[in-house]
Structure formats: structure tokens, C-alpha cells
């Protein structure tokens, strides 16, 4: 904490050192923003002195006050749903500005290494502003972005506060290496490094661009395969200093609760199961045990109810966050300082998690010619849970019949001997601290009027800790005697540390001739990257409250390990921009990268893209056509971009360490099982993309919407080898996947100034996934009978469901003599598995494709509903043609002593109840659950995910109480899901199998943001 408050101080002295320096030749000039129409006033319209970040908003009757230089001519005046507009001021002191409604082309994008007009882009590019980001109470940035882009498929998977994960996709999978490998994931960059965008404050965040065609990403060369989303944080403005608070409390509870078959049902259901089994039943299923159960005033410490852990050891949870912003300065010098304190609870015991984190954004203007830039971030994230980490799986499988807790503090045993309510409180823990440090310096010399130098050299720390600690405990379940006793306590420290330096230097050139405007890029890139991490083991200490790692005992079992790694990309790239007339665009991007990854003679690969677009609507005949089209564009892209994310030192061939008896001891031995390929380079991706894009109505109205086609070639594969050859396989460059779809947006505001104004976005994405070459290997199959099977294999979507079909329940014997079995001694009511070879059995040839664990079609809804002062906002987001396959528990119908979900209850096969949707309980007889179809349920989805009423404070109230401007919310998190999944209770986001995640979480919040 002692560094905390040292960086706190710091940075408060910075703003006052800032904010303070001295004003050369300036002077103040006031004025009011309004619509054109209606003469309102427009609140929180940007005015920025021209050619430069020096500027200010409106207050709540469309006036400003800004400090400017004495030779500015102009200002840039900005607002959403208006025209931008340039406007010379001479040597007024005041002003009046009338803005024109309609969406401005001239809006900035930014875009790799920089940044272009809306109106010249020739690529797919979606932009999504921060304040979008801030509606949705959250505590990764990456779930704001769900529904955000069409494209970028997010999917939430799960909740647990500080290691809560969210798979993030752009235009689908594009690698073997797994669904939700980091290798399919896009390439993260925050103001111009690589970094990660998990525990980025969304309140920092200015705008997000994702760049999807190859056009947009080839820029980024090798690590481009994927996608890219640029992150550009807020910088300090001139004025007088402007302090912001933004802060929420929220509690957040379980959205997904999968209820137990009652009990009565449940012990009927058992003894159907031991009896079409031909087993002996129980003493626990005996008509007078079933009578004591069911008891309605039966002692449930005697009589426990089964599977009861979701409704007793999930609990709401609170979770708060505060941010803190100062951002002033002058023409030659501005600061933007923020301060985060973010607190989440678990909604099961011991799960936590803290962030402490301080942002400072230093601009400074040299002179007219040189601009620098220093950025420092540094957070703080620790989050904890339990020693065992399975709780939830425990939730569901091996804890029947324990009782949570005894009032002693004692607890349950199952007859496996599990309490996960006891393996939360009682394990011990599993901490992890990290330190994150991000430095930036940047400058941009204006060589001359066209020509400008920029350099960056930034660097990235990551300092983890992680401490997990085993109690010794002993518990005895005072009803039924059974025990447990972890014997020996035991600790486990860990240090992992990761460095990244990046160098960026280039040359931006702009000229305009005529009506021929050339814009070029060339530039220089260098990122190195380092780690090591360190470990060791102890245990056996003097009691649970030892947990010094040097206080354990000294013996054999002790333990340590380590490694380090380094690794290094060197590039140099050019991007050649033409319009002429802003009319017909042309880009050109080039990037040749060189890795440490591979050998030395595949370190280089070149990745090039090409783009045009023509604005159609400028041409006269669009014109005089009276179209309804204020802006048409017609774009086309196609390029190159790389995947390098292999395995470091993939290209060494490597030992593996194994035994053997030489003259009656054991000797070591080491040997190369597989053969390494000197040969092995990059994934290449090859992206054409096709789009139209405009506007209507005055600009409220915009739309857009590409086709996109993009096969990944030289996959890495581990191709077999021949076994004379001693090994037994060789990876490879070898396979090609496809990916292919539609993307469309559509968005409108109205008249800002009416009485009720509405704005609304949407976007829906469309992706066809298919492996196409495996290079005569595989299928590659995965999984088991019990737990999700997937199949890689060429004509299918990666990692496809792999299983039977089944064509129903056999109902009489007559069925059964007439059809192949998978078992002996099949029954009515057992699964009919289909013969899809027709060779009489059913088999594991048999099997084919039965669904798809990446969704098909993505979608989000995002609207605002203002009547006065009051502000309803709206997001709804989703998936569509997607499975889930289930398994574990869930899937078994309670054969193997796991839970037994409530939607078999008078749902199973019977003489009585032919029709019924489930087949003949067996006991301890997976026949009837093996993977198949069955297992397959729907996983589309639409969900609420936010709903927010907003409270705008009155100038009067904001005058009362000192303020600017200030706002009070309520919202609402994960509020609606509409999914077949909600039979079982289970989230749609999360992957397939046993549902043993964290449970997903609603949260309800109040928040309030200020502006002084």
C-alpha cells in the first residue's frame, strides 16, 4: 500500500504542476452551441481549438468557455447527430454557433499507426465510442463490448471476480490450436502497444476500432491473423481544470440455478433405475426411508435434502467502483489523471477480487513544431478463491446427502466423502497479486508542412505473485460418523515476471494537388519480449497460521522449479493512401516482419492488402437521380496478414525424460519422441472483403454491410510418421480453414432536440466456419462417451460435436429384435442409436456430425430512450444457431450419484408413459447417455444485458451543489435470457460439458456521475 499512496501523490502533484504553468499570449473566448433549427441549446458539444487537442464542452445551456492562443482562427465544433464545423472566430470574445443535424463524414477513425476521416476509409473498420462502454456496469472492459460491433463475437464465460473470462472473436476461428485458445484471439493494442484489454478501466477509454478485413489489419502484419482492436485512451484538455467522479455500487447475484428433482420424485425416480437395472435397492430408497424423507416435518439434519448447494452457498455479493479524473492544462501543456478503486465480491465463499489503479496522460507542445507525449499506468489487481478449485464441480457430482453446515460449524459428508460448501470455507486459498506498469514516451516533429516524425519507445511490466496455501483439517459429520482429514498443510509460492519493450518510429507525409490528395506512411517497429518465473513447495508446517514458505519442513518433499524465455519481432511497414476529389479512394498497406520464433532461414514473410472505395453518391448522375442517399460508398479489400503465435523453440527438436531397469535399478533416460521442423513459419491469412456503407435522412440514418471470405493456409498440424522412424509425429505448416460471412450495422438518431428523442444501433454477423485440408491426416477426435466428443475434420466447423444420431426410444421388443443395439439385454424405453453404415452394429463408425459450439449468427440491439431528463438505455445482445452439448450429471439423469435435474421428474420412459421425452433410467448403465444428439440442446440465445434509467441533475440542482454537470443511475445486468437452456438453468454463454463454472451474475447498481 506504501506504493499505492506514493504513485497517488505523484500524480495528484502532476496535475497541479501542469495545471498551473505559466499562459504565454493567450486569451479567453466565450460562446453558445445551438441547433439550427430549433435555436435549443446543445449540451456537451465539443469545441476544440483547430489543429490542436485544446478544447472544452458545452454546459447544460450550450455555453462554453475556452482558453486560447492569441493567433488561433478557428474552431472545431462537434456534437453526435450534428454536422462538424469549422468556425472562424478573428478576434471575437464571443460567439454563437449553429449546428446543422446529421451525422459528420468527417469523424475521425482511427485506424493502425494512425488515424483517417470516415469519409476516405476504403476497409472495414467498426469504431465504438467510450461512452458506450460506461452504460454497462462491468468488471472487464471486455464485456462492455458485447453486442457492440457486428463481427466481434464475445462470449461471457462466467463470473468469478478477477479471473472471470470472456472469449473474444473476430470473424471466426481461424486456427487449430482450439476454440478458446489465446491463438484465435485478436491482437490487442492500447495506444499504440500491445497490451491486454482484460483490466483496462472503461472510464479511461476514448474510442475502440476493430479492424476485420485484411485491408484494415495488414498493417500489423504477423499478428494480424485474428483481427485487431485498437484502444484510445482520454487525454487531458486545455481550460481550467475539470474534476470527474464516476462511481457505482452494485450486488450481484447467481443468474443460473439448476433445482434438484423434489424429493420424493427423485428417490422414485432412483428406485425405477435400480429396478429396470435388475439391482438390489438400497436401504436409502425403502419404502419406510422414502417415508421418512418426505416427511414434511422431517429433521432435515437427519434427513437432508440432495443437491442443495446452489441455493445455499451461492449468496449476493457486492461489488463497487470508483473513478477519479483530473484533466486541465493550457496550449502548451495538458494532463488527464485518473484513479480507480474497483471491489468485487463472490457470491460463493473466499472469491474476491481489488483493483487499484493510477492513469496519467501528459501532453506537451514544445513548440509549433514539436508535440510530446508521456504516459505512465500502473495497476494493482489480487483476486482469491479457495484452495480447491472445484467446488462447483462438486455442486453437481459426489456431494448427495450432506448436510451444508451443522450450527456447531462441523458440516456434511456426502458417501464420497465432498462438501463444497466445506471445500470453500475450509481449503485454504489461492491467491494471485500482480503489479502491472505501462510507460509511454512519444514525440511528433513536424519536419516540415507535410512531412511529420513520430517516435514511440514504451515499455510494459507484469509482476505476478501467486500463493497458494492447503489447510490440514479434520472434519467429522456428526450424524453419520464419516470423516475427512487433510493430514498435511502444504504451500506453493510462485513468481512470474513478463517485460515488453516497443520501439515505434515513422514518417507521415500529406500533400494535396488539385483535387489529388497522397497521404504515406512508412515506419520502423521493434517489440522484445522477456519472462522468467520461479516456483517451490513446502509443506507439513506447525499449524494453518505458518505460511512463511521457509517454515515448512525440510525434507524430501520440498520442491522448486523455474524457467525463462525471450523472444523478439522486428518489422517495417508503408501504407500509401490516394483520393482524388473525395471520390475514388485507393489504399495500399505493406508489412515485412521478421520473428525469433522460427529458424532463422522462415523469419521474414511480407504482408501485403490493397483497398478502394468509390463514393458513388458524389458522382452527378447519383445526384441527379434524387436518391434518398446523402453518402454511398461501394469498398473492396483484399490482403495478407500472419499468425505467430507457435510455441516458442517449436523448431528445436526436444527430450523427453523417461525410466528404464538397467541391471535391476532404475535409470534415466532421455529421448526425442517427436521430429522438429526447422521449416515450421506463419499461418498466412488470405481476406477479401466487399462492403457498401452510407447515410440518409440528413446523416440520422446510417447503414452498412461487407461480405467477407478468408482462408487461413499452413495451419500447423502434427502430421503422422511412419513408426520405422521412431517418432511419432512432425508438426507441420500444413492445414487450411475457411471462414465466410455477412456483417450489417444499421444505426439512426433523431432530431436531438425534440421532445422525445430515440436513438438506436444494431448489427448482426453471419460466419460460416469449414476445415478444408488436413494434408491427408486426421480426423482428430477429442473427448469421450460421457463427456463432449469434437471432431476436426475436413468438410466441417472446427471442433464440431462428434456422436450418434438416435432415432427415438424402441417401445416394444418387436423394435428391438428389429434394429442393432449398442448393449445387451436393450429394453423398451432404452435409446435407439441409428446404423448409419448399415452394417448391423453401432459402433464408433456410426458416428457423425451432431452440432456447432460457435455460433453461426451474432447479434446486438442498442437503443437510448431521453424524455427530459430522463434517459432509458437498452442493450440486448445474442447468439443464434449454436449447440451446447451437456454432460457430467446433467446429461447421466442420476445413474452415476450426481445431480438430478428437476426436468426428468415425470419426464422418463415408463409402460404407463410411452411419449416421454427421457428414456428408461438405468443404474450405473451409461447405455442410454452416451454421446449422442440427445445430449445436443440449443444454445442460441437473446439476452437483456443492460438496462439503464438515467437522471440528468437540472442546472439548478447542479448549481445548488457546485457541480457542472451530474447524473444518478439505475441499471440492471443479465436481466432477461431467452434460451432453450433456461429448462436447465444453465448460462448459454459458457462452453459445453459439465457446467462446473463459476455461475454468470445479475447485478443491480446505482451509480452516480459527476462533473465539477
Not at 471432431?791 to 438416435?806: A, D, M, R, S
Request: hydrophobic share 35%.
Amino acid at each position: 500500500m506504501t506504493k499505492n499512496k506514493f504513485l497517488i501523490s505523484y500524480a495528484f502533484l502532476l496535475v497541479l504542476f501542469f495545471s498551473t504553468t505559466a499562459v504565454l499570449a493567450q486569451r479567453i473566448l466565450t460562446g453558445k452551441v445551438l441547433d439550427s433549427n430549433t435555436k435549443d441549446p446543445l449540451i456537451g458539444a465539443n469545441v476544440i481549438e483547430s489543429k490542436s487537442s485544446n478544447g472544452t464542452t458545452t454546459d447544460l445551456e450550450g455555453n462554453f468557455s475556452l482558453q486560447i492562443s492569441a493567433n488561433t482562427v478557428q474552431l472545431e465544433i462537434s456534437y453526435v447527430g450534428y454536422m462538424t464545423q469549422l468556425v472562424d472566430i478573428g478576434d471575437r470574445k464571443d460567439i454563437q454557433i449553429l449546428l446543422e443535424a446529421g451525422e459528420s463524414l468527417e469523424e475521425v477513425i482511427v485506424v493502425g499507426y494512425g488515424t483517417q476521416k470516415k469519409i476516405s476509409m476504403t476497409s472495414s473498420v467498426s469504431q465504438i465510442k467510450g461512452s458506450e462502454l460506461i452504460r454497462r456496469p462491468v468488471s472487464s472492459l471486455q464485456q462492455a463490448l458485447q453486442g457492440q460491433a457486428p463481427g466481434l463475437t464475445v462470449l461471457d464465460r462466467g463470473g468469478e471476480p478477477g479471473r472471470s473470462s470472456a472469449t473474444m472473436r473476430i470473424r471466426g476461428i481461424t486456427t487449430f490450436s482450439g476454440n478458446n485458445s489465446g491463438n484465435s484471439s485478436p491482437l490487442i493494442i492500447v495506444d499504440g502497444v500491445e497490451q491486454t484489454l482484460y483490466n483496462l478501466n472503461p472510464e479511461d477509454v476514448e474510442n475502440i476500432s476493430v479492424l476485420k478485413d485484411a485491408s484494415s489489419t495488414a498493417i500489423y502484419g504477423s499478428r494480424a491473423a485474428n483481427g485487431v482492436v485498437l484502444v484510445t485512451t482520454k487525454r487531458g484538455k486545455s481550460g481550467k481544470m475539470q474534476i470527474t467522479y464516476n462511481g457505482f455500487y452494485g450486488i450481484q447475484e447467481s443468474t443460473n440455478d439448476p433445482k434438484m428433482m423434489a424429493i420424493e420424485d427423485y428417490m422414485k425416480f432412483q428406485v425405477a433405475g435400480y429396478i429396470n437395472q435388475g439391482l438390489a435397492i438400497p436401504a436409502r430408497f425403502t419404502e419406510q426411508s422414502i417415508k421418512d424423507y418426505t416427511a414434511t416435518d422431517a429433521d432435515r439434519l437427519k434427513f437432508p435434502l440432495p443437491n442443495t448447494w446452489f441455493q445455499d452457498v451461492l449468496k449476493p455479493a457486492p461489488q463497487q467502483s470508483h473513478s477519479l479524473s483530473f484533466s486541465g492544462g493550457n496550449e502548451f501543456s495538458r494532463t488527464r489523471v485518473s484513479l480507480r478503486y474497483m471491489d468485487q465480491g463472490g457470491i460463493a465463499p473466499n472469491h474476491d477480487a481489488k483493483i487499484r489503479e493510477v492513469r496519467i496522460n501528459n501532453d506537451l507542445k514544445i513548440n509549433e513544431k514539436l508535440d510530446i507525449n508521456f504516459d505512465l499506468n500502473y495497476r494493482y489487481n489480487y483476486s482469491e478463491r479457495p484452495f480447491r478449485s472445484d467446488i462447483f464441480n462438486f455442486f453437481l457430482h459426489g456431494s448427495l446427502w450432506a448436510v451444508p453446515k451443522y450450527d456447531d460449524g462441523s458440516y456434511g459428508l456426502s458417501p464420497q466423502n465432498n462438501n463444497p460448501l466445506m471445500f470453500a470455507e475450509q481449503s485454504g486459498y489461492n491467491n494471485i497479486s500482480t503489479n502491472y506498469l505501462f510507460g509511454s514516451t512519444k514525440l511528433d516533429y513536424k519536419i516540415f508542412k507535410d512531412l511529420t516524425f513520430t517516435a514511440q519507445l514504451s515499455g510494459v511490466m507484469n509482476y505476478q505473485e501467486e500463493k497458494t496455501y492447503q489447510n490440514a483439517y479434520r472434519n467429522v459429520d456428526a450424524i453419520t460418523g464419516r470423516s475427512l482429514t487433510v493430514a498435511n498443510n502444504s504451500l506453493t509460492e510462485g513468481r512470474n515476471r513478463y517485460t515488453e519493450l516497443t520501439t515505434n518510429y515513422f514518417l507521415n507525409y500529406s500533400k494535396k494537388v488539385n483535387k489529388n490528395l497522397f497521404k504515406g506512411l512508412i515506419g520502423f517497429s521493434e517489440v522484445y519480449n522477456q519472462g522468467s518465473n520461479i516456483n517451490a513447495y513446502r509443506e507439513r508446517f506447525y499449524n494453518n497460521d505458518i505460511q512463511s514458505l521457509g517454515q515448512g519442513t525440510n525434507d524430501a518433499t520440498r520442491n522448486n522449479g523455474g524457467s525463462e524465455y525471450e523472444f523478439g519481432l522486428r518489422s517495417v511497414f508503408a501504407r500509401l493512401n490516394y483520393s482524388f476529389a473525395d471520390k475514388y479512394l485507393l489504399e495500399v498497406n505493406g508489412r515485412y516482419d521478421g520473428s525469433s520464433r522460427f529458424a532463422s532461414e522462415n523469419q521474414y514473410s511480407f504482408f501485403p492488402s490493397f483497398s478502394g472505395a468509390w463514393r458513388i453518391s458524389e458522382e452527378g448522375f447519383f445526384k441527379n437521380a434524387n436518391l434518398p442517399f446523402e453518402e454511398f460508398k461501394l469498398r473492396g479489400s483484399w490482403g495478407q496478414t500472419g499468425n505467430q503465435t507457435v510455441p516458442l523453440y517449436s523448431y528445436f527438436a526436444s527430450l523427453n525424460s523417461g525410466s528404464y531397469t538397467f541391471g535391476g535399478a532404475a535409470a534415466q533416460v532421455f529421448s526425442q519422441t517427436s521430429l522438429a521442423d526447422r521449416t515450421i513459419t506463419w499461418e498466412t491469412n488470405n481476406q477479401t472483403d466487399i462492403g457498401i456503407e452510407g447515410q440518409m435522412l440528413n446523416g440520422r440514418l446510417n447503414f452498412s454491410a461487407d461480405y467477407y471470405k478468408k482462408r487461413t493456409n499452413g495451419i500447423l498440424l502434427a502430421l503422422p510418421l511412419a513408426a520405422v522412424t521412431g517418432f511419432t509425429s512432425s508438426t507441420q505448416n500444413a492445414g487450411i480453414i475457411d471462414n465466410e460471412g455477412w456483417e450489417f450495422s444499421l444505426g439512426y438518431n433523431s432530431n436531438p432536440t425534440g421532445v422525445i428523442k430515440f436513438r438506436f444501433s444494431g448489427n448482426m454477423a453471419i460466419n460460416n466456419n469449414n476445415v478444408v485440408d488436413l494434408k491427408g491426416s486426421g480426423p482428430f477426435i477429442s473427448g469421450s462417451d460421457l463427456d463432449p466428443r469434437y471432431i476436426v475434420k475436413e468438410g466441417l466447423p472446427f471442433n464440431t460435436f462428434w456422436g450418434y444420431k438416435t432415432g427415438g426410444l424402441f417401445q416394444n421388443a418387436a423394435e428391438i429384435a428389429a434394429y442393432p443395439t449398442i448393449a445387451a439385454n436393450t429394453k423398451p424405453g432404452d435409446v435407439k442409436y441409428l446404423d448409419l453404415n448399415n452394417d448391423k452394429k453401432i459402433t464408433a463408425d456410426d458416428m457423425t456430425n451432431i452440432g456447432n459450439p460457435f455460433p453461426k449468427y451474432t447479434f446486438g440491439f442498442n437503443s437510448d430512450i431521453s424524455y427530459k431528463q430522463f434517459t432509458l438505455n437498452i442493450l440486448f445482445q445474442g447468439a443464434a444457431k449454436v449447440d451446447t452439448r451437456l454432460s457430467g450429471a446433467l446429461a447421466e439423469m442420476g445413474i452415476f450419484e450426481g445431480f438430478t435435474h428437476e426436468i426428468f421428474a415425470n419426464n422418463y420412459w415408463t409402460p404407463e408413459n410411452p411419449n416421454a421425452l427421457f428414456p428408461l433410467p438405468r443404474k450405473s448403465d451409461q447405455r442410454n447417455v452416451n454421446t449422442s444428439d440427445r445430449q445436443i440442446i440449443d444454445g442460441s440465445y437473446i439476452r437483456l444485458k443492460n438496462l439503464q434509467l438515467i437522471y440528468a441533475l437540472s442546472p439548478k440542482i447542479c448549481k445548488t451543489v457546485n457541480i457542472s454537470q451530474g447524473n444518478i443511475y439505475f441499471s440492471g445486468t443479465n436481466l432477461l435470457t431467452f434460451s432453450n437452456l433456461n429448462k436447465w438453468d444453465l448460462d448459454p454463454e459458457v462452453d459445453s460439458g459439465r457446467g462446473t463454472y463459476y455461475p454468470q451474475t445479475r447485478m443491480w447498481t446505482f451509480g452516480v456521475n459527476l462533473t465539477f
